[in-house]
């Protein structure tokens, strides 16, 4: 089975601009959740969607926003991008069924904004 | 809400030595998962071991094994053996939608 798979690997975007990032999660998952990972805060929850729904958000200004298709994939967008946006976001996908509720990260998108 | 600690921020290993890193986590559940996460240079996370709070017996996967306390809510992780390919960040995990990290604990093996 592919694993969880993130595009880009890599962006470079400058102030102001906008950006999506894509995530396919691993087949017959349903629940995708996004994280943002910078030195200083470490790993912070964006959102989450199930079945094209936002589960659950974390606390992030409206600039940050998200969306499933019916084919479980994810993307989110930045817009109005700032400095502190530069970070590396990772997509991770889970089975609901799963009592343990393991997530599958993919290997991230490092965004660099200038 | 819980609440994921991790004291250690660096940690540094011989290889073929042993290391322990903390982990303490606060909830008002009874029955839960908590996980480690490993996150090598090249960024992608892996679930490192996992282990059920409703379970008396720590978990173990070959190299790798946990010491769980529940009344005391700690989770550390011992890692037998180290090898350079432990080098990594190293992540405790409430096992939730979303994930309840703590900060990680950076592994440096030595060789």
């Known amino acids: ?114 | 809400a819980q609440t994921v600690t991790q004291s250690q921020p660096e940690m540094s290993v011989q290889e073929a030595e042993t290391v322990t890193l903390s982990c303490t986590y606060d909830t008002s559940e009874n029955n839960y998962y908590l996980f480690w996460y490993k996150q090598p240079p090249s960024r992608q996370m892996i679930l490192v071991i996992r282990q059920e709070a409703y379970k008396q017996q720590n978990a173990t996967e070959n190299r790798f094994s946990v010491n769980f306390q529940k009344a005391a809510k700690s989770f550390s992780l011992k890692i037998s053996d180290s090898q350079l390919g432990d080098t990594a960040m190293y992540f405790c995990a409430f096992a939730k939608i979303p994930l309840v990290f703590g900060k990680g604990t950076r592994l440096s093996v030595i060789a």
């Not at chain 1, 975007?13 to 470490?42: A, N």
């Not at chain 1, 998200?66 to 994810?74: A, E, I, L, T």
Request: charged share 20%; aromatic share 12%.
């Open chain 1, 1 to 114: 089975k592919a694993g969880v798979t993130q595009t880009p690997r890599y962006l470079i975007k400058t102030r102001g601009q906008q950006v999506t990032l894509s995530c396919s999660p691993i087949s017959g998952h349903r629940s995708v959740s996004w994280y943002q990972q910078t030195p200083g805060q470490g790993l912070q929850f964006l959102f989450e969607y199930f079945s094209e729904t936002q589960r659950n958000k974390g606390n992030f200004p409206g600039r940050f926003s998200g969306r499933q298709f019916s084919n479980s994939r994810s993307e989110m967008n930045v817009s109005t991008l700032e400095l502190g946006d530069s970070a590396l976001y990772l997509c991770a996908s889970s089975l609901v069924e799963r009592a343990d509720n393991e997530q599958f990260f993919g290997p991230g998108t490092r965004l660099t904004v200038l």
